[in-house]
């Protein structure tokens, strides 16, 4: 079994650059030198953040950090610790108390806008705004677009020094400043090729995925494009989405992060897609995070005149409603069946044996995360109530006995 599992999971050729390798040292040598130029950073010209305004820790929480690592004092007073304690795959101590550390702090200094890795702040938050969005303009019968934008391999292509440069002007000090490059650069890599490692090399950008900063250090970089966006919107060129909030409040929602997953809500205006790909356009240069336009989609909402024109103004494809948003259904009616027939009724027919097991983890379990914020329609429990008893007792599709 093992070394069947072996053979299906080696790798005979490679298709790198359209050339098709097939001899083991150059199919190694190729794939090392593949993730060497993704991890490698173009030393080209970058735009200044110099100029963006963003929230800052308090003067006595900067002071704080100094109490960090009394007992590791070479990290603490050198900002370095031997490299080879970086060239594992274990989590250092010192890294996961810089992110305990971290983490306390995120909320204050990123925007309500952002819903990942940030304390008191759900997945389901983002979703439920989204679909609130789209609820409005629907009842007031306006015409809006929703910019659903995949950034292309983003923790492999954040520059080093522009999240530096975030940290200071969050009110990070010298000394943690120190600490997080000492974390970013030092780290070194190798390839797993057929399960032997392969080449040893350091990377120039990016963000080590298993590192407990990762997260955080991304999110905070993220904070640049939310204020890019908030400042377009207070000058007019980009419009959101107003919602009445608590106590008659109107509240104006232009976007939502998710980690990488964003969302832009704009009027359906050849004008305002422009300013917003400028706007990306700036952030790409200052990141050097980049927008994936093929896999990237404006979504109208309403009848919007010419959907196709404005799609090639940003560079994209046309999705529609309904659509997914953090595995949940976007602009979808509550009652519809097509927004609870998900997989779990389709699973059902690929598993004969285990079938209470399957029936707690899988059948029963998985329209909890949608009914964290939607109401099951009465039909839709009554139908997987049935599927399970049958797929239980063996009726209808699955016929024979309980195993």
């Not at 983002?126 to 292309?152: H, P, Y």
């Not at 997953?261 to 706007?279: G, M, P, Q, R, Y």
């Not at 990237?296 to 999705?319: K, M, N």
């Not at 519809?336 to 059902?348: P, T, V």
Request: charged share 25%; glycine share 8%; net charge positive.
């Amino acid at each position: 079994m093992i070394s069947a599992h072996r053979r299906n999971n080696s790798l005979d050729r490679v298709k790198i650059n359209g050339e098709w390798l097939s001899e083991e040292q150059k199919v190694r040598e190729g794939i090392v030198n593949a993730f060497q130029q993704l991890l490698l950073e173009d030393m080209g010209w970058k735009e200044d953040i110099g100029r963006i305004q963003l929230d800052q820790i308090s003067q006595q929480e900067a002071e704080n950090w100094r109490l960090l690592f009394q007992r590791l004092r070479e990290f603490h007073e050198h900002s370095s610790f031997l490299k080879s304690l970086n060239n594992t795959f274990l989590v250092l101590i010192p890294k996961r108390m810089l992110a305990n550390r971290l983490k306390k702090v995120v909320g204050k200094v990123v925007s309500t806008a952002q819903n990942a890795f940030v304390t008191r702040r759900q997945i389901l938050d983002a979703s439920l705004i989204a679909n609130e969005v789209i609820d409005s303009w629907q009842k007031r019968k306006e015409k809006g677009l929703i910019c659903k934008l995949d950034i292309e391999k983003a923790y492999d292509s954040i520059n080093w020094k522009f999240l530096l440069k975030v940290l200071q002007k969050m009110g990070f000090g010298s000394k943690w400043l120190g600490w997080m490059w000492s974390c970013l650069s030092s780290a070194k890599f190798s390839v797993l090729v057929n399960g032997v490692p392969t080449g040893f090399f350091s990377s120039t950008k990016g963000l080590r995925q298993g590192n407990p900063l990762s997260p955080y250090l991304f999110v905070m970089g993220m904070e640049v494009l939310d204020v890019l966006i908030r400042r377009v919107v207070e000058g007019g060129f980009l419009s959101g989405c107003s919602i009445r909030g608590g106590s008659r409040s109107t509240l104006n929602i232009s976007h939502l992060f998710f980690a990488d997953d964003t969302f832009v809500f704009c009027e359906a205006s050849k004008e305002h897609l422009t300013h917003l790909s400028w706007i990306l356009f700036w952030f790409e240069a200052a990141s050097s995070l980049r927008i994936n336009l093929a896999k990237s989609e404006i979504i109208p909402v309403g009848e919007v005149d010419e959907i196709e024109e404005l799609a090639v103004e940003l560079g994209c494809r046309v999705g529609s409603l309904p659509s997914q948003y953090l595995g949940l259904p976007l602009g979808a009616p509550n009652r519809a069946l097509s927004m609870w027939d998900g997989g779990a009724l389709e699973m059902a027919v690929y598993f004969k044996r285990g079938r209470i097991t399957f029936i707690k983890s899988t059948l029963a379990s998985m329209p909890i995360y949608q009914m964290s914020i939607f109401r099951m329609p009465k039909i839709f429990a009554r139908r997987l109530e049935k599927v399970q008893r049958d797929f239980l007792w063996g009726e209808e599709t699955w016929r024979g006995k309980f195993i």
